[in-house]
């Protein structure tokens, strides 16, 4: 027969093996819910004037810490989700607002690059090359044969009822803004502005440049380090 002693030994190691496995259990609890959290999307999110069309991770792509040099092209990505029961169409086109920090360019477009198997062009308003040697077109012209060459097509998307388009820089034909007006660097930003067919009032939004996905070497700071340390 065990003592009174013994007994309340027994319930107080009992009841502290008790709230031991409730706070494992809570802790469990814990880390199962912010393991299947999201990563937050570093583009910028917007919606068309009555809500019809979503506007998500607009942002140009980081090509490194140089960025985008004056008359270059930049690749950006965005999603667009059309939440009405019609169909819409967008037009992506370059904004005219000036703000510090952000850049314009001269036009919107999908840019591929085709390979030209006969002496011509490439329009840049239909990405279509032309059969016949010196055609009129606005593009230059005395294509070479077999040499690639950049089409563009303009950035207008047609968004079935409820649907959505999603674009990439990684796609074939990637969403680009050309003939940047100034250098593009990391913290600056795009004017676009979005127009859609329904009657919504454009929208001007500017896409911030992606943060790269891994730190930028340390380079110089490293050598600069090095070099006080040995003073």
């Known amino acids: 027969m065990r003592s009174l002693g013994t007994r309340r030994a027994a319930l107080v190691a009992g009841a502290a093996t008790v709230a031991a496995l409730a706070l494992g259990g809570c802790s469990a609890g814990q880390v199962a819910e912010t393991a299947i959290l999201d990563t937050p999307i570093a583009g910028v999110n917007a919606q068309s004037e009555n809500g019809s069309v979503l506007v998500r991770n607009l942002q140009v792509e980081y090509n490194g810490v140089e960025g985008y040099a004056s008359g270059e092209a930049a690749p950006f990505e965005v999603s667009l989700y059309n939440q009405s029961n019609e169909a819409v169409t967008v037009t992506i086109s370059p904004s005219s607002v000036e703000r510090p920090q952000v850049v314009a360019g001269t036009q919107v477009g999908f840019v591929s690059t085709a390979t030209v198997t006969t002496p011509g062009q490439v329009s840049a308003s239909t990405g279509a090359a032309s059969a016949e040697p010196g055609a009129s077109t606005g593009a230059s012209t005395g294509a070479v044969t077999g040499t690639p ?23 074939a034909a990637q969403l ?3 003939g940047l007006r100034e250098e593009l660097k ?24 992606a943060s790269p996905l891994t730190p930028a070497p340390r380079g110089s700071a490293e050598i600069a380090e090095e070099s006080e340390g040995g003073h």
Not at 149 to 171: E, F, H, M, N
Not at 195 to 205: I, M, Q, R, T, V
Request: aromatic share 6%; proline share 8%; net charge negative.
């Open 149 to 171: 060459a950049a089409s563009v097509k303009l950035a207008t998307i047609k968004l079935a009822p409820q649907g959505s388009a999603l674009y990439r820089p990684t796609d």
């Open 176 to 178: 680009q803004i050309l």
């Open 186 to 209: 990391p913290g600056m930003a795009v004017g676009l502005t979005f127009e859609f067919s329904n009657g919504d009032a454009a929208l001007d939004l500017e896409a911030p440049v």
